[in-house]
């Protein structure tokens, strides 16, 4: 666990902070009924499943460490649309997969929820996160600025049959 976190913050520190960051996968953990007021304030909702386990410890503490929040906890839905994984003796039911972000990118989700009818060769149902990003047009090195034109000019007559006249 501790060589996966390790790899993890590697990986997270390699992005810029600028761009948004999306982790999404199987964390095999649960972070729920969690209280969401104190050191977890900013990184789960009000919306999370069942009791937290050592592996949402972890999940916790590195997401709170980096700024993220798990945004699968800020939505709220039915049971059946929160919960990803049954375990295959006890039939309970859990949610382990989890769609990560930073706080402040948290505003871009409009929701996360499990897709049940997803046909996926996995004993996981697929999460589906839905964001709002527009993109940015960036000027080439090319591209010159866009001269603009005073047309109030054009009210003065000579003006007008110059620029008629070329």
């Not at 460490?65 to 990803?84: A, D, E, P, V, Y």
Request: proline residues 3%.
């Amino acid at each position: 666990k501790a060589d996966f976190y390790n790899l993890l913050q590697s990986t997270v520190d390699k992005v810029p902070s600028n761009d948004i960051l999306i982790l999404d996968g199987d964390f095999n953990a649960r972070v729920g009924s969690k209280d969401n007021t104190g050191n977890w304030n900013r990184v789960i909702g009000r919306h999370n499943l069942h009791e937290t386990n050592e592996q949402g410890e972890l999940l916790l503490e590195f997401c709170a460490s980096n700024g993220l929040c798990i945004t699968n906890t800020f939505f709220r839905h039915k049971n059946i649309h929160q919960q990803t994984w049954q375990h295959p003796r006890s039939k309970k039911w859990s949610c382990i997969d989890f769609v990560i972000t930073r706080q402040r990118d948290l505003r871009l989700f409009s929701d996360t929820r499990v897709m049940r009818s997803a046909n996926c060769w996995t004993d996981h149902y697929l999460v589906k996160s839905t964001l709002s990003i527009k993109p940015i047009k960036r000027k080439t090195v090319d591209e010159a600025p866009r001269k603009r034109y005073d047309v109030s000019k054009l009210k003065d007559p000579t003006i007008r049959s110059q620029y008629t006249s070329d």
